[in-house]
Every structure is written in C-alpha cells, then in structure tokens.
C-alpha cells in the first residue's frame, strides 16, 4: 500500500515528496525517509524534511480534534461511528502504558517505526488523555525524531546489506 502511495509523488521534487509524504499517516517517516535516501536527498536533509513533514499534522491535531470530531459527531452516524472506533482502538493501545509511563510512554509510543504508533495515532493519544498541547507536542516531536533515527538506521543498513 505504502508503495501506491509513494507511486504519486514521482512526477514531484524529491524534497516536497518528502515532506508530503511524512504527512501521510500510516507512511509517516517509515515511508518518506527511506524514499528520500533513495532518491539521493543528502540525509541531514531528508532527516528534516521527514521530520518537520510528520510533526505538521500535529498542530492541527492536537489543537483541533475535539472540535473537529465533535462537529461531524454530532451531524452525522458515520462519523460517530467512525470516532468511537478511532478512539476505543487508541485507548485499549495506549491506556496502560500511559498509567505506568505517562507522557514518555507517548513519546515511546510515536518512536516505534511501525504502522499505526506514529505521530498521527499520538495526537489523538494525546487528546484521549488530555495532555495539554504544548507538552503533547513536544513529546510527539520527541518520538518522531527517535522514529526517524531508527529508520534511518535499518534503511542505511538494509542499502548496505544489499
């Protein structure tokens, strides 16, 4: 899936794929920063680029949500379903690592480079748990710069192997 995705930017500038593709949830870092190497961005670049992509929703996120969800809740059966699901999954995932841990378990949470621990699912994390939006933030930012060291580390890895 993460491939197709990708697929669409090839006709953009390498450095602006990144970046959108970092946007993308699921893909996050685990798919920009790997295809940013690969098309020869220079890697503190691609670090940033990677970086500052995946942390832009974050804003929104954090500081929207509420309202936001609470809006289409209210005005439609799909959405509420829709929420209700997003936020039940967020809790049972995040729940008792968030009583023992705190926000460092958010932080953990957003730097583990698989599909559905990153940034996009930490935000809601965040709100689920009221963690106020600076501290969210800052936290979220954490785990994505730790996320992306760990990527790049496999991604140079595997580039080596083969």
């Given at each position: 899936m993460s491939e197709r995705i990708i697929a669409l930017f090839e006709?953009?500038?390498?450095?602006?794929?990144?970046?959108?593709?970092?946007?993308?949830?699921?893909?996050e870092v685990r798919g920009a920063l790997p295809f940013a190497i690969?098309?020869?961005i220079p890697i503190p670049l691609a670090m940033l680029l990677a970086i500052l992509g995946n942390i832009f929703p974050v804003i929104f996120i954090v500081l929207g949500l509420e309202k936001v969800s609470d809006f289409l809740?209210?005005?439609?059966?799909?959405a509420e379903r829709f929420f209700n699901w997003l936020f039940e999954r967020t809790r049972k995932k995040l729940s008792a690592s968030?009583?023992?841990?705190?926000?460092m378990a958010l932080m953990l949470f957003v730097a583990i480079p698989l599909p559905v621990t990153g940034a996009w699912t930490g935000s809601?994390?965040?709100?689920?748990?009221?963690i106020p939006a600076k501290?969210?933030?800052a936290y979220i930012t954490a785990g994505v710069v730790?996320?992306?060291?760990?990527v790049l580390i496999l991604t140079k890895g595997i580039?080596?192997?083969l």
């Open positions: 006709n953009f500038p390498p450095e602006l794929a990144t970046f959108l593709i970092s946007m993308i949830p699921v893909v690969t098309q020869g809740i209210k005005r439609s059966k799909l968030y009583q023992k841990w705190g926000c809601v994390g965040a709100y689920l748990f009221e501290k969210a933030f730790i996320a992306s060291v760990i580039q080596h192997i």
